[in-house]
């Protein structure tokens, strides 16, 4: 129970602030499975220590998500891929039958909403319809293929870069949409609210020593 309420105060400590690096879209031109596609980069000199990593879409709607190859890299540093042709033997989703083509259904982002990509988030494979070429995914916070957390425990300055495939020729995306990276990042400086909050917490611990030394908080 002691420990409990220590880990809570302490717990406060540990503040969190958001780099959002953004953009606009384009062109991502069809059938160029081998790159370069559709690439953004966005340089931030924050040297703050990544903890996590999202990549929201918004109004994007191409409609065959299968043709997509969608990657972000921290530039020198490290990179995640986040969709592999979803469906295909690359990003298998049974419903799919990881057919070469992947996945038939579609975003529909100018219509339903952002698309968020991270860590944790909704499986693809849980989205009903997902086998079908009408099915509008919903718009949402989906799993990326792999973790985002390939993208964290460095400082966050540097080159962000999107890069954003159609390796398949038809269901050409739209132009109009926006991406936007949120870094995560760990605070270097405490802000005042947690130093007062780190004094409570030393203080909560010598009253915590201080029953241990008179035994009063032994087999509580
Ligand atoms: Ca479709
Ligand atoms: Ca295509």
Known sequence: MRFTFVALLFGKLAHASLITLSGPGGTVPDNQPAG????????????RMVTDVTLTLSGFDPTWIGDLIIAV???????TTILNRLGSASNPIAACGAATLGCSSNLAGSTLGDYTFATLGTSFASVPGIGTDATNIPAGTYESLFSMGFLTGSPASGTWRLTIID??????????WTWRIDLTVADAIPEPSSVILSAMGLVALAGLRRWNKFGIAKGS
Do not use: I, L, Y
Request: glycine letters at 14%; zero cysteines.
């Open 36 to 47: 370069p596609g559709f690439v953004a980069n966005a340089v931030t000199a924050d040297s």
């Open 167 to 176: 390796a398949s020729g038809g269901d050409v995306a739209n132009t109009t």
């Open 73 to 79: 890299r921290h530039v020198g540093v490290a990179q």
